[in-house]
């Protein structure tokens, strides 16, 4: 992970969450941001992303949503803490804890089935291959997961602190 | 009622959202009026109710998240509260979304004017299961915090009676508690001291005085006493070299902090819960392959409801119009009038009344449809949706809409922009506009087409102004954007709220209201064009109307080095002038000015294929007619900003069809 904790733009997919650590440079944007009560410290999950790319709807953690464009995320210091299994963030090496497996239940079956469970440690064994492959750190088993599931399996980052 | 009263104004002061409006119907009825703040296109409303014996008068402020102005919006606000503060602060909470609208609840106690609460959308938070704990919230605020909701009128008879109370014996309200860094209570202290000292006399504390001025670029327009302005800006200097991030970022960070705090003790425990509802219909209507096809298809909707219904009683009122005019036309009284006052009367005035009729139909329908989409909560969706693209010209995506609608017709499309939060995109949507092909220019088109080209070429000469239409929007908009003609544009954040049935009397309301305002702000105007063209086509009285020898021929004819490069004759200069008034009578004119039957005949004799495209690209740029003008007038209430949208379209429109006449030329046509 770059030192800089700068989003890439490309990595917003929905249920990404990060929180802010700064509001960015632009003091307009900034004001603005922080007059809704949108400051250092907040949370905030990516719902959607516009059909026509650009602009994002986020949550607050208060339960409501805002949109904001894809430039003003990228500008603010977010700290990603949590994202789909399939995103670029997800770094080779790390340990992740599942958060959530947002599927059907022929979905949750399977991922029962294969040992995934909510709050299971799970590493990456190599990053950018498909289909993906993990290794669930509590049981050393090691699975392969193809897009299709990892989109569903969100992941969190468990040590905060820097490993550059 | 007693008549020794003092006038009472109480100012209506929340976030964006939370029904300051709605309560706002609510409590003035019918008497309401609107204008705009000086200065600037921001809406202003005011009504007037009775509270036992008092009159007051409530003043809707525009939605603000905080005193610290980042928009026009909350620039009005501030300077109102600043400037000439009301009896009364009622802020209204919105009870799903308590913690942003608190920030700014704190901001406003700060200023120890008397305050009241009304914590709105009670019937929301009620079906959610949700409970509120307001007595802990009116007992840290000290101020009366009220249950309401707006919609339904439950809680109306306590937030009166705490209104009434409160006139009566006026409290200042205890000033909030917020903690802030060490540096920054020294400022406020010391300014504070020094803003005591100088002679200011304001009801306003001066605590709150301290922190606007701190933000604010010039103290000047606060306070003539220097020592506080030097010392203002000798804070602001070293404010800015030791705080990291800008001064009301730190303070919205406090605020916040106490703001949190509050939410807490009225939520309690509470998880937050997601509404179900409202995330399925998003994932509908926000899908990332259905949106898209759901909101054309809406629009298509939209667009039918509102012309599809609007023309045929426009025409009913026109035909009702021209009937009721010769028949009061035909009266002996009527007649007995010397002819030229007749035609003043009959083609002047009465005309200009039925131009300005013929558009209630279409506004009222408009604004039906258009708070059914605002008030669902629809229209965040489509800013959501179709801001990629509207970006890209520096507009709002809710831009989309007012623009697809000024496509049928330009007024209620310039009217619609007042739906837009920055004043930045309105502006320059006001300017898009009427670039738009609507329906009266259509009109031309058809004729005009009909008469020079066979019928298989025609659709496509007017697929072509269309097509033409979209590159002038476009090209428009990025050079409006280039010269910031608008202002400067906002950084965009929105609030996407949740869906909420509309009410039949708020979407009434607004149509019966918008009708009222047209008829009050942009009617004379109308009239007034409408007038100044019978002069022109009517005078001298000895000559026949609209000939080469009244005023408007021979401006034509003094025009004629003008329009000639474009190949566009006298004749048709005329028309153009009619064009002014409204589009749908340019044909007719020209009937008029070549006096003979066969105006087909007459036209193709005289004028070539070439020469009438070029004519139809003119009347597609150039100003619509007076009454988007007018429109224009009454949204932005700037001189400029009307000049220049008369300006920009004559001169685009000139070099436009320059541009196609002498290429066309160039390669041989005729
Ligand atoms: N359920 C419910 N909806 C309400 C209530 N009050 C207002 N609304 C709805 O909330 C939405 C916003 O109301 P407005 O009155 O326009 O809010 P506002 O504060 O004037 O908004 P801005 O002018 O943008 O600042 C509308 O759709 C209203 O119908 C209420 O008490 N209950
Ligand atoms: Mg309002």
Redesign the interface.
């Known amino acids: 992970m770059t030192s800089a904790q700068h989003i890439p733009v490309s990595a917003l997919l929905a249920q990404s969450e990060c929180i802010i650590r700064s509001l960015g440079s632009d003091d307009k944007t900034a004001q603005r941001l922080a007059q809704m009560g949108i400051l250092p410290g907040t949370h905030l999950r990516i719902i959607r992303v516009a059909p026509l790319g650009g602009t994002i709807e986020v949550n607050d953690g208060q339960g409501q949503s805002f949109a904001l464009r894809q430039q003003e995320v990228a500008a603010m210091n977010c700290e990603p803490v949590a994202m789909p299994l399939i995103s670029e963030l997800v770094a080779k090496g790390r340990t992740y804890m599942i958060r959530d497996l947002r599927g059907g239940k022929t979905f949750q079956q399977r991922m029962a089935a294969a040992g995934l469970q909510e709050e299971g440690l799970i590493q990456i064994r190599e990053a950018g291959v498909r289909p993906i492959q993990i290794r669930l750190v509590d049981t050393d088993r090691q699975v392969s997961l193809g897009q299709g599931e990892a989109k569903k399996i969100i992941v969190e980052v468990i040590n905060h602190e820097s490993n550059s | 009622m007693n008549p020794t009263a003092e006038p009472v104004t109480i100012a209506l002061a929340s976030i964006p959202n939370s029904g300051k409006t709605t309560l706002f119907n609510l409590l003035t009825g019918s008497s309401q009026s609107t204008g705009n703040w000086p200065g600037v296109s921001v809406e202003q409303k005011s009504g007037i109710f009775s509270l036992g014996e008092y009159i007051v008068t409530l003043i809707d402020l525009p939605g603000t ?2 005193l ?1 102005p ?1 928009t026009e919006e909350e620039q009005v606000v501030r300077d109102y509260l600043l400037n000439s503060p009301p009896n009364i602060i009622l802020n209204v909470l919105d009870a ?2 308590l ?2 609208g608190l ?1 700014l609840t704190l901001q406003m106690a700060a200023s120890a004017l008397p305050m009241v609460v009304a914590v709105n959308m009670i019937d929301e938070t009620r079906r959610r299961g949700i409970t509120l704990d307001l007595k802990a919230l009116a007992l840290h605020l000290g101020v009366p915090v009220i249950e309401l909701s707006a919609k339904t009128g439950e809680g109306l008879p306590d937030l009166k009676e705490a209104l009434y109370e409160i006139i009566k014996h006026p409290e200042k309200t205890r000033i909030p508690h917020i903690s802030c860094p060490p540096l920054l209570e020294k400022a406020f202290f010391q300014i504070t001291e020094a803003i005591g000292k100088s002679s200011i006399d304001t009801r306003l504390d001066h605590t709150f005085l301290a922190m606007r001025m701190l933000e604010a670029e010039n103290q000047n327009q606060w306070t003539s006493n220097e020592k506080v302005a030097a010392l203002t800006k000798k804070w602001q200097r070293r404010l800015k070299q030791s705080l990291q ?2 001064f ?2 730190v303070c ?2 406090c605020r ?1 902090n106490a ?1 949190r705090g509050l939410a807490m003790e009225v939520l309690g425990e509470q998880p ?4 179900k509802l409202n995330s399925r219909l ?1 994932h509908i209507f ?4 259905f ?2 096809p759901i909101f054309i298809m809406l629009m298509f909707l939209l667009f039918q409801g509102v012309y599809g219904l609007g023309a045929p009683l426009q025409e009913i009122l026109s035909v009702a119009f021209d009937r009721a005019g010769s028949w009061l036309f035909s009266q002996f009284m009527v007649l007995s009038l010397p002819a030229g006052l007749q035609s003043f009367l009959f083609d002047g005035i009465w005309q200009g009344i039925a131009v300005v009729t013929s558009f209630l139909p279409i506004i009222a329908l408009f604004f039906f449809f258009m708070s059914l989409i605002e008030d669902s909560g629809y229209m ?1 969706r489509v ?7 509207m ?1 890209r010209l520096g507009l709002d ?1 809710k831009a989309f809409i007012s623009i697809l609608l000024g496509y049928g017709c330009n007024v209620p499309a310039v009217m619609g922009t007042r739906v837009m939060s920055n004043s930045y995109s309105r502006i320059l949507t006001m300017l898009l506009i009427p670039f738009t092909l609507c329906t009266a220019r259509l009109q031309i088109f058809v004729f005009l087409t009909a008469i020079f080209f066979t019928s298989a070429i025609a659709p496509w000469i007017i697929l072509s102004l269309y097509g033409c239409s979209f590159v002038a929007v476009i090209l428009s908009g990025f050079v409006l954007k280039l010269f910031h003609i608008g202002g400067t544009p ?7 709220p949740p869906y909420r049935f509309p009410t039949l009397r708020s979407v009434g309301l607004r149509s019966w209201y918008e009708m009222k305002d047209f008829l009050s702000r942009a009617a004379p105007l109308i009239i007034a064009g409408v007038l100044i063209v019978w002069l022109l086509i009517h005078m001298p009285t000895n000559v026949p109307p609209a000939s080469a020898a009244t005023w408007a021929g021979q401006l034509g004819q003094i025009l004629a080095p003008v329009f000639q490069p474009l190949g566009i004759g006298w004749q048709e200069t005329i028309a153009l002038i009619f064009g002014f008034i409204a589009k749908e009578i340019v044909v007719g004119s020209l009937a008029v000015i070549y006096g003979g039957t066969d105006l087909a005949g007459l036209m193709s004799s005289h004028i070539t294929q070439m020469q009438s495209i070029s004519f139809m690209i003119f009347c597609l740029l150039y100003t619509p007619c007076v009454a988007t003008i007018a429109a224009i007038w009454s949204e932005s209430r700037s001189l400029r900003i009307t000049l220049i949208s008369l300006v920009s379209g004559l001169a685009i429109a000139w070099l436009a069809s320059f541009i196609f006449y002498q290429s066309g030329l160039l390669f041989g046509f005729n």
């Open positions: 998240y905080a610290s980042v799903g979304n913690q942003r920030g991030t800008s009301p970022v919205a960070g916040f703001a937050i819960i997601e509404d998003d926000l899908h990332r392959f949106g898209l965040a800013a959501f949706l179709m801001d990629r693209l970006h995506g906002e950084p965009f954040i929105m609030e996407i």
